[in-house]
T-cell receptor, first 113, second 114 residues
Framework: KNEVEQSPQNLTAQEGEFITINCSYS?????LHWLQQHPGGGIVSLFM???GKKKHGRLIATINIQEKHSSLHITASHPRDSAVYIC???????????????FGQGTILTVHP | NAGVTQTPKFQVLKTGQSMTLQCAQD?????MYWYRQDPGMGLRLIYY???????DKGEVPNGYNVSRLNKREFSLRLESAAPSQTSVYFC?????????????FGQGTRLTVV
């Protein structure tokens, strides 16, 4: 069973700061997901990436397959970015059910005005 | 764009009561999943259905049953609720292909068993 570890568990920032959340995993994976969950809310998929880098607005996700590491960056952070950010990877026995995911514990991000 | 819809959003049960959590998706996805989310533990897979007519156990299936009613709907049943089943439950769906695909999640069901 692959494991996914995130750091930090809690992160507090001032509005405008550059934020980095890290995710490492123990076995080879086919892809890695970054998800966002607002307090009391549902889970939204931000990125799914297998290699390199993806960008969407102020969010950037990178992955280094050889080092088994991924990062989520938020540029010019804003209070509305306050949420839990979760990385997840398909289970090693997922077959074609790529939604069978193993999750990190999440990073609680709070951005103050 | 409904995506994945879960009902109910909130529920309080007494120990020993039963209930069914409903999930429906309108994206024509083959695969559907039920996860539970507990503080400090991340989400864990309860059951999944790779396609209509099939279901399989995940990491934490004890105390639960599922039914894949049709391609759209995947329900989770608690036959005799226990306080340890207090959690937030998420349904998800994905379209199986030859490569990893995005998973879509519902808004969650917040269940308290007293």
């Amino acid at each position: 069973k692959n494991e996914v570890e995130q750091s930090p568990q809690n992160l507090t920032a001032q509005e405008g700061e550059f934020i980095t959340i890290n995710c490492s995993y123990s076995v080879g994976i086919s892809a890695l997901h970054w998800l966002q969950q607002h307090p009391g809310g549902g889970i939204v998929s931000l990125f799914m990436l297998s290699s390199g880098k993806k960008k969407h607005g102020r969010l950037i996700a990178t992955i280094n397959i050889q080092e088994k590491h991924s990062s989520l960056h938020i540029t010019a952070s804003h209070p509305r970015d306050s949420a839990v950010y979760i990385c997840a990877a398909p289970l090693v026995d997922s077959g074609t059910s790529y939604g069978k995911l193993t999750f990190g514990q999440g990073t609680i991000l709070t951005v103050h005005p | 764009n409904a995506g994945v819809t879960q009902t109910p959003k909130f529920q309080v049960l007494k120990t020993g009561q039963s209930m069914t959590l409903q999930c429906a998706q309108d994206m024509n996805h083959n695969s559907m999943y039920w996860y539970r989310q507990d503080p400090g533990m991340g989400l864990r897979l309860i059951y999944y259905s790779a396609s209509e007519g099939t279901t399989d156990k995940g990491e934490v299936p004890n105390g639960y049953n599922v039914s894949r009613l049709n391609k759209r709907e995947f329900s989770l049943r608690l036959e005799s609720a226990a306080p340890s089943q207090t959690s937030v439950y998420f349904c998800a769906s994905s379209l199986p292909t030859g490569a990893p695909t995005e998973a879509f999640f519902g808004q969650g069901t917040r269940l308290t068993v007293v």
